[in-house]
Protein backbone atom coordinates (compact mmCIF):
# COMPACT_ATOMS: atom_id res chain seq x y z
CA UNK A 1 0.00 0.00 0.00
CA UNK A 2 1.54 3.24 -1.08
CA UNK A 3 1.85 5.48 2.02
CA UNK A 4 2.73 9.51 2.10
CA UNK A 5 3.26 11.09 5.31
CA UNK A 6 4.10 14.61 5.23
CA UNK A 7 5.91 16.03 8.74
CA UNK A 8 7.60 19.59 10.00
CA UNK A 9 5.21 21.72 9.80
CA UNK A 10 4.51 24.06 12.47
CA UNK A 11 3.90 28.05 13.25
CA UNK A 12 6.95 30.22 12.16
CA UNK A 13 7.62 33.66 12.00
CA UNK A 14 7.38 35.98 8.68
CA UNK A 15 10.78 35.75 7.18
CA UNK A 16 11.74 32.33 8.89
CA UNK A 17 12.77 28.80 7.74
CA UNK A 18 11.13 25.43 7.64
CA UNK A 19 12.20 22.32 6.42
CA UNK A 20 9.22 19.86 5.51
CA UNK A 21 9.26 16.10 5.23
CA UNK A 22 7.83 13.29 3.18
CA UNK A 23 8.40 10.09 3.88
CA UNK A 24 7.42 7.40 1.27
CA UNK A 25 6.06 3.57 1.56
CA UNK A 26 4.87 0.89 -0.54
CA UNK A 27 6.08 1.58 -4.04
CA UNK A 28 9.61 2.09 -5.48
CA UNK A 29 10.37 5.31 -4.78
CA UNK A 30 13.56 5.92 -6.80
CA UNK A 31 11.69 5.29 -10.04
CA UNK A 32 9.10 8.35 -9.43
CA UNK A 33 8.96 12.13 -9.67
CA UNK A 34 7.71 13.85 -6.90
CA UNK A 35 5.47 17.12 -5.72
CA UNK A 36 4.44 19.19 -3.36
CA UNK A 37 1.21 21.08 -3.54
CA UNK A 38 -0.48 23.46 -0.80
CA UNK A 39 -3.68 24.44 0.03
CA UNK A 40 -4.39 27.88 1.63
CA UNK A 41 -7.17 27.79 4.67
CA UNK A 42 -10.36 27.47 2.58
CA UNK A 43 -8.22 28.40 -0.80
CA UNK A 44 -7.98 26.12 -3.74
CA UNK A 45 -5.05 23.94 -4.66
CA UNK A 46 -1.45 25.26 -6.03
CA UNK A 47 1.38 23.53 -7.42
CA UNK A 48 4.47 24.39 -5.91
CA UNK A 49 7.30 22.43 -7.23
CA UNK A 50 8.52 18.85 -8.56
CA UNK A 51 11.27 16.63 -8.66
CA UNK A 52 12.40 14.38 -10.76
CA UNK A 53 12.99 10.93 -10.02
CA UNK A 54 16.71 11.00 -9.84
CA UNK A 55 16.72 14.68 -8.26
CA UNK A 56 18.21 15.99 -11.64
CA UNK A 57 15.65 18.29 -13.18
CA UNK A 58 13.50 20.21 -10.32
CA UNK A 59 10.60 22.66 -11.00
CA UNK A 60 8.47 25.57 -9.10
CA UNK A 61 6.03 27.63 -9.33
CA UNK A 62 6.68 31.59 -9.62
CA UNK A 63 5.06 32.18 -5.67
CA UNK A 64 8.25 30.21 -4.28
CA UNK A 65 10.86 30.57 -6.52
CA UNK A 66 13.98 31.62 -4.77
CA UNK A 67 12.86 30.93 -1.70
CA UNK A 68 12.08 27.19 -1.85
CA UNK A 69 14.14 24.10 -2.49
CA UNK A 70 12.53 21.15 -3.31
CA UNK A 71 15.07 17.96 -2.55
CA UNK A 72 14.95 13.89 -1.96
CA UNK A 73 16.96 11.44 -0.52
CA UNK A 74 16.11 8.00 -2.25
CA UNK A 75 18.29 5.97 0.38
CA UNK A 76 15.76 6.98 2.88
CA UNK A 77 12.21 7.18 0.36
CA UNK A 78 12.36 10.85 1.40
CA UNK A 79 11.37 14.12 0.02
CA UNK A 80 11.81 17.57 1.35
CA UNK A 81 11.14 21.27 1.43
CA UNK A 82 12.69 23.16 2.08
CA UNK A 83 11.01 27.01 2.72
CA UNK A 84 12.93 30.35 3.43
CA UNK A 85 12.03 33.74 3.45
CA UNK A 86 8.76 32.55 4.83
CA UNK A 87 5.33 35.22 4.26
CA UNK A 88 2.04 35.06 5.89
CA UNK A 89 0.43 34.09 1.88
CA UNK A 90 2.39 30.39 2.39
CA UNK A 91 0.14 30.07 5.17
CA UNK A 92 -1.01 26.29 4.15
CA UNK A 93 -1.49 23.00 4.31
CA UNK A 94 1.16 21.02 2.24
CA UNK A 95 0.85 17.99 0.24
CA UNK A 96 3.15 15.36 -0.87
CA UNK A 97 2.19 13.92 -3.79
CA UNK A 98 3.57 11.21 -6.17
CA UNK A 99 3.54 10.82 -9.89
CA UNK A 100 2.54 8.24 -11.71
CA UNK A 101 4.20 6.72 -14.79
CA UNK A 102 1.88 7.54 -17.15
CA UNK A 103 -1.17 9.48 -15.20
CA UNK A 104 -0.65 12.82 -12.85
CA UNK A 105 -0.36 12.97 -8.99
CA UNK A 106 -2.07 9.31 -8.36
CA UNK A 107 -1.27 9.40 -4.65
CA UNK A 108 -1.63 12.25 -2.17
CA UNK A 109 -0.22 12.83 1.57
CA UNK A 110 -2.91 13.87 4.36
CA UNK A 111 -0.70 17.08 4.48
CA UNK A 112 1.19 19.29 6.99
CA UNK A 113 0.05 22.76 8.52
CA UNK A 114 2.31 25.55 7.97
CA UNK A 115 1.29 28.61 9.50
CA UNK A 116 3.48 31.90 9.14
CA UNK A 117 2.61 34.42 11.62
CA UNK A 118 4.07 37.02 13.98
CA UNK B 1 2.58 30.52 -18.49
CA UNK B 2 -1.16 28.60 -18.77
CA UNK B 3 -4.06 29.34 -17.01
CA UNK B 4 -6.39 26.83 -15.89
CA UNK B 5 -10.29 28.51 -15.36
CA UNK B 6 -13.11 26.64 -14.56
CA UNK B 7 -16.78 27.04 -14.60
CA UNK B 8 -19.15 26.90 -12.41
CA UNK B 9 -17.36 28.07 -9.49
CA UNK B 10 -20.23 26.38 -7.96
CA UNK B 11 -23.35 24.21 -8.25
CA UNK B 12 -26.18 22.93 -6.27
CA UNK B 13 -28.10 19.91 -8.61
CA UNK B 14 -30.58 17.22 -7.36
CA UNK B 15 -29.91 13.20 -6.93
CA UNK B 16 -30.06 11.84 -10.01
CA UNK B 17 -29.11 15.18 -12.15
CA UNK B 18 -26.65 15.35 -15.34
CA UNK B 19 -23.89 17.44 -13.68
CA UNK B 20 -21.46 19.15 -16.19
CA UNK B 21 -18.51 21.01 -15.09
CA UNK B 22 -16.13 23.28 -17.86
CA UNK B 23 -12.41 23.60 -17.69
CA UNK B 24 -10.37 25.65 -20.07
CA UNK B 25 -6.73 26.12 -20.27
CA UNK B 26 -5.36 29.87 -22.16
CA UNK B 27 -2.98 27.74 -24.43
CA UNK B 28 -3.51 24.40 -25.75
CA UNK B 29 -2.46 21.52 -23.84
CA UNK B 30 -3.42 18.21 -25.79
CA UNK B 31 -5.17 15.86 -23.50
CA UNK B 32 -3.24 16.72 -20.58
CA UNK B 33 -5.55 17.11 -18.81
CA UNK B 34 -6.94 15.96 -15.28
CA UNK B 35 -9.60 16.08 -12.52
CA UNK B 36 -9.74 15.54 -9.14
CA UNK B 37 -12.29 15.57 -6.59
CA UNK B 38 -11.74 17.32 -3.29
CA UNK B 39 -14.56 15.99 -0.22
CA UNK B 40 -14.57 18.31 2.78
CA UNK B 41 -11.59 17.95 5.06
CA UNK B 42 -10.02 15.56 2.24
CA UNK B 43 -7.12 14.60 0.52
CA UNK B 44 -7.43 15.33 -3.38
CA UNK B 45 -8.18 12.40 -5.51
CA UNK B 46 -7.31 11.63 -9.09
CA UNK B 47 -10.62 10.63 -11.05
CA UNK B 48 -9.79 11.50 -14.13
CA UNK B 49 -6.57 11.48 -16.31
CA UNK B 50 -5.80 12.34 -19.77
CA UNK B 51 -8.65 14.36 -20.29
CA UNK B 52 -10.67 11.46 -20.23
CA UNK B 53 -9.19 7.86 -19.02
CA UNK B 54 -11.08 7.05 -15.30
CA UNK B 55 -8.48 6.14 -12.84
CA UNK B 56 -8.76 2.59 -11.51
CA UNK B 57 -11.83 2.20 -8.72
CA UNK B 58 -13.61 5.64 -10.02
CA UNK B 59 -17.60 4.78 -10.75
CA UNK B 60 -18.51 5.11 -14.11
CA UNK B 61 -20.66 8.01 -13.66
CA UNK B 62 -17.54 10.18 -13.92
CA UNK B 63 -16.11 10.57 -17.32
CA UNK B 64 -14.21 13.19 -19.23
CA UNK B 65 -14.04 14.88 -22.31
CA UNK B 66 -12.32 17.42 -24.85
CA UNK B 67 -8.79 18.05 -25.97
CA UNK B 68 -6.66 21.20 -26.56
CA UNK B 69 -8.54 24.13 -24.60
CA UNK B 70 -11.80 22.98 -23.46
CA UNK B 71 -12.32 20.22 -21.10
CA UNK B 72 -15.73 18.67 -18.95
CA UNK B 73 -16.44 16.66 -16.42
CA UNK B 74 -20.02 14.83 -16.58
CA UNK B 75 -21.71 13.35 -13.48
CA UNK B 76 -24.32 11.25 -15.43
CA UNK B 77 -26.34 10.64 -12.37
CA UNK B 78 -25.26 12.80 -8.82
CA UNK B 79 -25.06 10.94 -5.98
CA UNK B 80 -24.84 11.87 -2.00
CA UNK B 81 -21.73 11.21 -1.74
CA UNK B 82 -20.68 13.05 -5.06
CA UNK B 83 -20.69 16.26 -2.55
CA UNK B 84 -17.23 17.61 -3.09
CA UNK B 85 -15.10 20.42 -4.83
CA UNK B 86 -13.50 19.37 -8.42
CA UNK B 87 -10.39 20.57 -9.56
CA UNK B 88 -8.72 20.50 -13.11
CA UNK B 89 -5.28 20.40 -13.77
CA UNK B 90 -2.50 20.97 -16.47
CA UNK B 91 -0.15 18.43 -16.52
CA UNK B 92 1.37 18.60 -19.67
CA UNK B 93 4.42 20.49 -17.96
CA UNK B 94 5.49 22.94 -15.15
CA UNK B 95 4.00 24.77 -13.78
CA UNK B 96 1.08 21.96 -13.08
CA UNK B 97 -1.45 25.04 -12.50
CA UNK B 98 -4.90 23.82 -10.90
CA UNK B 99 -8.61 25.08 -11.76
CA UNK B 100 -9.68 27.14 -9.26
CA UNK B 101 -12.02 24.43 -8.26
CA UNK B 102 -15.67 24.21 -8.76
CA UNK B 103 -18.34 23.52 -5.68
CA UNK B 104 -21.06 21.10 -5.95
CA UNK B 105 -23.43 20.44 -3.86
CA UNK B 106 -27.05 19.07 -3.38
CA UNK B 107 -30.04 20.93 -4.00
Known amino acids: EVQLVESGGVVVQPGGSLRLSCAAS????????MHWVRQAPGKGLEWVSL????????YYADSVKGRFTISRDNSKNSLYLQMNSLRAEDTALYYC???????????WGQGTLVTVSS | DIQMTQSPSSLSASVGDRVTITCRAS??????LAWYQQKPGKVPKLLIY???TLQSGVPSRFSGSGSGTDFTLTISSLQPEDVATYYC?????????FGPGTKVDIK
Open chain 2, 50 to 52: AAS
Open chain 1, 97 to 107: AKEGRTVPFDY
Open chain 1, 51 to 58: ISWDGGST
Open chain 2, 89 to 97: QKYNSAPFT
Open chain 1, 26 to 33: GFTFDDYA
Open chain 2, 27 to 32: QGISNY
